[in-house]
């Protein structure tokens, strides 16, 4: 019964590095997100995909990538990392079919760009 | 544009106090209203909201929505040290993408 399983917990990257934050879930939900978190601020939505094969952006996406081939898993990429990525980064799944709206998140991935 | 507005942003009370946190929202497509706990780690879900005047419930925790004023409130009573957490409240908007915009989140502290 594990949910949203985020890897890694933490990353220290270096300006221009690139990276691929992992995440799966298990419980066969069609939509997954994924949110990003600055100190004292909301989450904010940086993609979201409605099932596989089917991504979009949010709000704020430049900078970022993602792909959706299964309905377990959507990788964030960062390509070229800047300071501005620093942050708490959260995977998150749902089941609107299901009526429900609610997310499953997962655990986070503290990110540091330096 | 949608937004969704929290206050206060902080709030320190002692044991055994009652608060109560306000969420305000514009949400194009309203659906739902949710409130979530953040602890150390991940939000974990306390309520969706989507119906006018009707109450949940959970323990010492208690929410209501308001669809014509477009606001929330979330209720603890008698709250214990293991209520500090950011609050976030969130609304669901537009179509069915389920996609939630959050506000910047209430941040209790209970003392001893």
């Known amino acids: 019964n594990a949910g949203v399983t985020q890897t890694p917990k933490f990353r220290i990257l270096k300006i221009g590095q690139s990276m691929t934050l992992q995440c799966t879930q298990d419980?066969?939900?069609?939509?997954m997100y994924w949110y990003r978190q600055d100190p004292g601020m909301g989450l904010k939505l940086i993609y979201y995909s409605v099932g596989a094969g089917i991504t979009d952006k949010g709000e704020v996406p430049n900078g970022y990538n993602v792909s959706r081939s299964t309905t377990e898993d959507f990788p964030l990429r960062l390509e070229l990392a800047a300071p501005s990525q620093t942050s708490v980064y959260f995977c998150?799944?749902?089941?609107?079919?299901?009526?429900?709206?609610?997310?499953?998140f997962g655990s986070g991935t503290r990110l540091t760009v330096v | 544009e949608d937004k969704v507005v929290q206050s206060p942003l902080s709030l320190v009370v002692h044991e055994g106090d009652t608060v109560t946190l306000n969420c305000s929202y514009e949400?194009?497509?309203?659906?739902?209203l949710l409130w979530y706990k953040q602890e150390k780690k991940a939000p974990t879900f306390l309520f969706m909201l989507?119906?006018?005047?009707i109450e949940k419930k959970s323990g010492r925790l208690s929410s209501i929505l308001d669809k014509k004023e477009l606001f929330s409130i979330l209720n603890i009573t008698a709250t214990q040290t293991g209520d500090s957490a950011v609050y976030l409240c969130?609304?669901?908007?537009?179509?069915?993408?389920?996609?939630?915009?959050f506000g910047k989140g209430t941040k209790l502290s209970v003392k001893p």
């Open positions: 969130a609304g669901n908007y537009g179509g069915s993408q389920g996609n939630l915009i």
């Open positions: 949400v194009t497509n309203f659906r739902s």
């Open positions: 989507t119906s006018s005047g």
């Open positions: 419980m066969n939900h069609n939509y």
């Open positions: 998150a799944s749902s089941s609107p079919g299901l009526g429900y709206y609610g997310y499953t």
